[in-house]
């Protein structure tokens, strides 16, 4: 998923394969497997390896192109592998969120319309617990008061090979000396997002998932990212801007 890849649209089957891993994903709080994705699409192994190869492309889902069963490792805001932020639905584990900043975003989508979500995540700093509650995109609660999520990674950084590594930037910190600390332990500086601030970021991406089914592909463009984010009062100077 390179940056600045021009602009396409994704085939029937890539839509119709994006629609079977959510609903999967959200019934069984985890991706498909190749049986699974042929059996709720009908599509052959071929057609669901193209598909996939578009969905990636498009920032819809990380698929191990290297491996012969095309292990599906994100298809956000989802994780095949433990992150940062647990996701409990109804009072029991879900799923792990793809990072801090996603795991704003999975209250958004239509199976859990309505439904308390709780994210349990941890301090990046010194592991201690975070948990926000959430409910239709809407924070309803967060403890500890001060809260935030670090960004450790410029968007001029995300994408360049996938988003793995844009995903592992995105943090929770207790609060700004927290996050102070977890710089000088990585060595990298980076930005500072408010609840709300990381919210109103995630919430048009959100508020599209399952909701528009022939949904256009995600572009990377760097400049218009970081000035969406300046707009909502980030301090972005830690990446240098």
């Known amino acids: 998923m390179p940056q600045h890849v021009p602009e396409f649209r994704f085939c029937d089957d890539a839509l119709k394969l994006r629609q079977a891993v959510y609903e999967h994903w959200c019934r069984h709080g985890h991706g498909p497997n190749l049986r699974a994705a042929h059996e709720a699409t009908g599509l052959s192994r071929a057609a669901i390896v193209e598909a996939y190869k578009q969905l990636d492309l498009g920032i819809m889902c990380i698929v191990d192109q290297e491996t012969q069963n095309w292990n599906l490792l994100k298809a956000p805001p989802f994780s095949s592998y433990p992150s940062q932020a647990a996701i409990h639905v109804d009072g029991r584990f879900h799923c792990y969120a793809g990072c801090a900043m996603e795991s704003l ?16 995540g941890y301090c990046a ?6 948990t926000v509650v959430e409910r239709d995109g809407e924070v309803l609660s967060h403890v500890p008061d001060g809260v935030r999520i670090h960004v450790s990674l410029s968007p001029r950084e995300w994408n360049k090979t996938n988003i793995v590594p844009m995903c ?12 102070a600390r977890y710089e000088r332990t990585i060595r990298r500086r980076g930005v500072l997002f408010t609840l709300e601030q990381a919210r109103r970021f995630v919430a048009g991406t959100g508020k599209a998932r399952m909701w528009q089914y022939d949904r256009v592909p995600d572009y990377l463009r760097p400049q218009r990212i970081i000035d969406g984010i300046r707009a909502l009062g980030v301090d972005v100077s830690g990446w240098g801007e």
């Not at 989508?109 to 979500?117: D, I, R, S």
């Not at 700093?125 to 975070?130: G, I, N």
């Not at 930037?169 to 609060?175: E, G, P, S, T």
């Open 105 to 120: 975003a999975i209250s958004l989508m239509p199976p859990f319309a309505g439904k308390e979500v709780r994210v349990e």
């Open 168 to 179: 592992d930037a995105m943090n929770f910190v207790l609060d700004g000396e927290h996050a």
């Open 125 to 130: 700093c010194c592991l201690a617990p975070v």
